[in-house]
Nanobody
Framework: QVQLVESGGGLVQAGGSLRLSCAAS????????MGWFRQAPGKKREFVSA????????NYADSVKGRFTISRDNAKNTVYLQMNSLNPEDTAVYYCAASSYAIATRAENYDYWGQGTQVTVSS
């Protein structure tokens, strides 16, 4: 079992930055690939970014490539999402998730989910 708790969301102006954190419980964090997804009102949950167990392989949605950076600290059981150059289209609830796959971009390939943190970008 892995329990995930996101933090770092909030209200930011367009062009601003936020850093999301996702703290995981349990000793097996380092054996899971991690991912970030988001869901805007009235829209389906969409993939944002993923990172493999070592942190050496990452994947990004085209919409965030070059603006967002995923990283992880296995010693702290934490995965991060640094979000720069935010725009109103980034407004959503952001979820972190853990996967037993090597790396995954599909929600159905994730085993554990956090409860989400709200990110709101004002224009």
């Amino acid at each position: 079992q892995v329990q995930l708790v996101e933090s770092g969301g909030g209200l930011v102006q367009a062009g601003g930055s936020l850093r999301l954190s996702c703290a995981a419980s349990g000793r097996t964090f380092s054996s899971y690939a991690m991912g970030w997804f988001r869901q805007a009102p009235g829209k389906k949950r969409e993939f944002v970014s993923a990172i493999n167990v070592s942190g050496k392989t990452t994947n990004y949605a085209d919409s965030v490539k070059g603006r967002f950076t995923i990283s992880r600290d296995n010693a702290k059981n934490t995965v991060y999402l640094q979000m720069n150059s935010l725009n109103p289209e980034d407004t959503a609830v952001y979820y972190c998730a853990a996967s037993s796959y090597a790396i995954a971009t599909r929600a159905e390939n994730y085993d554990y989910w956090g409860q989400g943190t709200q990110v709101t970008v004002s224009s």
